[in-house]
């Protein structure tokens, strides 16, 4: 049997191809992603992996640097006439991949698709962004005028990702084959070959504005596992993987072809408190269960250190941050004075909800801490898709409260989080069933309906204060995107998560 | 032979109604769809999308037209690839087919000789070795002997590529691994069914004609012995397609069972039921062939 067996191997292996790893050569860059996005219209999905994509193919008004700061783009320059006009002038001389010329139609073209106006069932899954956009405006060639019904402003944030596509191309050949066959922007590199399930080819654009990028192929593979992605990292068949996890760092760290890069990210982590029922309806005991938790330990024990501790969810790296509003101390001792004095010198016991997976680990460890302090905690961890009809829908909240990650959108303002979270408007997300705090939405409703950028600063300060006080969640921490990077390849994480990859440089 | 495939024509509407009745209710209770695909959205953008989608009829009614379309082939549109979920679990099919079809030509290559071996040398170290081998091929999990298999010979010795469908190296290490999870199985089959009829007297008949030994193994043992390996390849086909979801999901292979898990995870109803509907109807015709095989390899056996 074993010479039968080692028959078989060796004319296994001799009929193979002399070289089968594919040799990279220095002109392609390889990222290896969980999946590709099933469709490559910028304005026809909301997946983080499409826009990832997208950004490299697309160029959108506004661009933010490593920085993140605005940066001219399609859009040289930008001011507010008044309260609800934005005046934005064109870059000339742009072109498409197709060689046809950027123009403004384009631009009105691009904002009326998604905005579909006269329409009740919107196709775009964006249209929340920028639905505030009541009319886009051509003054003259080079200039457009955006009203927004009201004053908006997050305006500049939202059209950091606003694609602007070719109209009479896609008038043209439709908005299928624009989607996946014919799809066509101003970006750095342009569609050869989108193969589903497997990899999506990318050529640079040599017409690029910016000139052409320092990779002639992008190449996107989809590689589902994890482990794969490592194994490919490794030997040279991708280039680039992102979210790679606290346990698996050490090991590309340590490897001679491969780094990690990481940068803090929006992604804030939190403990939803329900306000309406014992025992989080007493203050006390709010404030008591975030003095029970060790922040700083999670992080350096449960994420390898790749994350920050948050004194209230709004991100330092978003508009309005108060940075004299400190982090609550891990103090498990005040705790317990605390839960004493609202009432419950036994402790008291609770039910906290979870759908987040993957920070199963960290969820576990808080309920401990939680339970150390006299708030004995029973950590329920659930599926995303029913968790998510228990919560919000079934029975409207989760007993006592739960713990999640919102990502802000991507959008770098105190509003994208405070709105959510704990404005109590029917039509809102969460606030409406946990947040129980007085004169909180009036001051979230003033910050946003105002373009007074120093002003909406000192409302967010005062929201910031308050909420430390009246804890509506326990404040836990925010998170950072690690990629692994081959060392063929010069790149750098970003804090808004995005592979901007005309960045990306040959090492030599 | 006209009655016969009248029965298996109803067998098979049965075992269409029976799938598609599963797959829809284990998809709706599983979850909403809309909350996933939407999920920092308003809640009234989330009702739009349920009632665009369909989501806001009462479930039977939902059932009903799923069965209606069913019927007529048709499975709706992908929630997220915006095309005919059919079409999309047709153009992934051939990948599934094509690996399934080479780990279970992998699997016979080994299991039949190294069976017909085992029970010819019954007792010999070969025997027991391969005994041992059965066994750890059983005990390992398809994930793990993909990744183990991948470190060797991908990380470790760089001769084959990690993972991928592009070329046909890279096609080896997926089959192996699938074929590794079968071959067991139909080893011990091949094993214990040529025990049974190696000492029966045709055989004895046949060697004492003077036979050459292993034309008696070969034609005269291994046609009768075959019977069992025939049923347990069929069954396992099903099994097989089960196991190719895992491996290709780890070597990346754009098949139909990746389209499921990820179908699964964004609760992509349409791909989901057109996908399980397909793989079930494979397995069907698939266990009709071996039923057809039956009667050509043993024509006593009347099917009724």
């Known amino acids: 049997m074993l010479k039968f067996l080692a028959a078989a ?105 998604v905005l579909e106006p006269g329409k009740e069932q919107k196709r775009s899954p964006q249209y929340g962004n920028v639905r505030a956009i009541k009319e886009v405006r051509i003054v003259n060639p080079e200039t457009i005028h955006l009203v927004t019904d009201k004053p908006f402003p997050l305006l500049l944030e939202r059209l950091v990702f606003f694609p602007i596509v070719p109209k009479k191309h896609i008038e043209k050949v439709g908005d299928a084959a624009f989607a996946e066959s014919a799809t066509v922007g101003t970006g750095p590199w342009k569609l050869v070959e989108w193969k589903r399930g497997q990899h999506l080819r990318l050529e640079a654009f040599n017409d690029h504005w910016r000139g052409k990028p320092a990779f002639k192929n992008l190449v996107f593979r ?45 992604r804030t982590h939190y403990i939803q408190l329900d306000m309406r029922t014992e025992p989080f309806n007493k203050k006390l005991v709010r404030q008591a269960a975030n003095y029970a938790m060790d922040r700083e330990g999670i992080v350096q024990k449960m994420m390898a250190g ?33 839960l004493a004095q609202a009432g419950y010198p036994n402790g008291v016991d ?31 961890i659930w599926d995303p898709g029913p968790a998510w009809n228990k919560f919000f829908q079934g029975e409207g909240k989760a007993a006592h409260g739960f713990y999640g990650s919102w990502g802000y ?51 967010y300060s005062q929201i910031q204060k308050l909420i430390k006080e009246e804890a509506p969640s326990i404040f836990l921490f925010h998170q950072y995107d690690t990629l692994g990077v081959s060392k063929k390849v010069d790149y750098a994480a970003r804090g808004d998560e995005w592979l901007w990859l005309y960045d990306a440089k040959p090492k030599r | ?67 209606g379309n069913t019927a007529t082939g048709n499975f709706g549109n992908s929630f997220y690839h915006r095309k005919p979920a059919l079409h999309l679990v047709v153009e992934r099919m051939p990948t599934t087919i094509m690996l399934t079809l080479a780990a279970m030509a992998v699997a016979i290559l080994v299991a ?50 990690v993972s991928g469908w592009a070329t046909w190296s890279a096609a080896v290490l997926p089959t192996i691994t699938l074929g590794t999870f079968t071959a067991p199985l139909l080893l011990r089959i091949v094993r214990s069914s040529m025990l049974d009829v190696i000492n029966l007297d045709y055989v004895r008949t046949a060697r004492a004609k003077g036979v050459s030994e292993w034309r008696v193994i070969l034609r005269h043992a291994l046609k009768n012995a075959a019977l069992p390996l ?37 609760l992509d109803f349409p791909v989901v039921q057109a996908a399980v509907f397909m793989l079930a109807m494979i397995v069907v015709l698939v266990n009709f062939a071996v039923d057809m095989l039956y009667v050509y390899l043993n024509p006593q056996i009347r099917v009724r």
């Open chain 1, 222 to 266: 989809e590689i589902p596992e994890v482990a794969t992605q490592i194994a490919e990292l490794k030997t040279g068949g991708v280039d680039l993987i992102r979210n790679v996890s606290a346990d698996l760092m050490p090991e590309l760290k340590a490897h001679a072809q491969t780094y990690v890069t990481s940068a803090p990210i929006l």
């Open chain 2, 112 to 161: 039949v000789p190294v069976g017909i071996y085992g029970a010819v040398r019954r007792n010999s170290v070969t025997d027991h070795l391969s005994t041992v081998v059965v066994f750890l091929g059983q005990s390992m999990p398809t994930f793990w002997t993909g990744i183990m298999l991948m470190l060797l010979f991908s990380v470790q010795w760089r001769l084959l590529p």
């Open chain 1, 9 to 113: 191997l060796l004319s296994a292996l001799l009929t193979l191809p002399v070289s089968v790893v594919d040799a990279q050569t220095k002109d392609t860059l390889t990222v290896g992603l969980v999946w590709i996005n099933d469709t490559l219209d910028p304005h026809m999905h909301f997946q983080r992996v499409g826009i990832l994509i997208n950004i490299n193919m697309f160029d959108s008004l506004l661009h933010k640097n490593t920085k993140l700061e605005y940066e001219p783009s399609l859009a040289t320059s930008w001011k507010t006439l008044n309260d609800t006009t934005w005046e934005f002038k064109l870059r000339k001389g742009v072109k498409f991949h197709n060689g046809d010329l950027l123009t403004a139609e384009d631009v009105k073209y691009s904002f009326e698709r």
């Open chain 1, 350 to 380: 609770i039910t906290i909800h979870s759908a987040f997976t993957e920070f199963r680990p960290v969820f576990e460890a808080m309920a401990q801490m939680l339970t150390d302090s006299g708030i004995r905690t029973t950590a329920k």
């Open chain 1, 306 to 338: 790749l994350g920050k501790p948050m004194a209230t969810v709004v991100h330092s790296a978003a508009f309005g941050y108060d940075p004299s509003v400190t982090v609550y101390p891990y103090d498990p001792k005040k705790a317990k004075a605390l």
């Open chain 1, 409 to 459: 959108y991507s959008v770098f303002d105190a509003d994208a989080i405070l709105h959510p979270l704990y404005h109590t408007e029917p039509g809102g997300w969460v606030g409406k069933w946990y947040t129980k705090v007085e004169g909180l939405d009036p001051m979230i409703d003033q910050a946003r309906s105002i373009l007074d950028q120093p002003r909406r600063r000192q409302i």
């Open chain 2, 230 to 266: 025939v049923t347990v390849t069929g069954l396992q086909f099903g099994l097989l397609l089960g196991g190719a979801v895992i491996t290709e999901s780890v070597f990346a292979v754009p098949g139909v069972g990746r389209l499921i898990v990820d179908g699964i995870r964004q």
């Open chain 2, 1 to 67: 032979m006209t009655a016969l495939l009248v029965r298996r024509v109803i067998r098979l509407l049965v075992v269409c109604a029976g799938v598609s009745l599963v797959t829809f209710s284990i998809l709706h209770v599983s979850g909403d769809p809309a909350a996933l695909m939407l999920p920092e959205a308003i809640e009234a953008d989330r009702i739009a999308l349920r009632k665009s989608l369909g989501f806001d009829q009462p479930l039977a009614t939902q059932f009903v037209r799923f069965l």
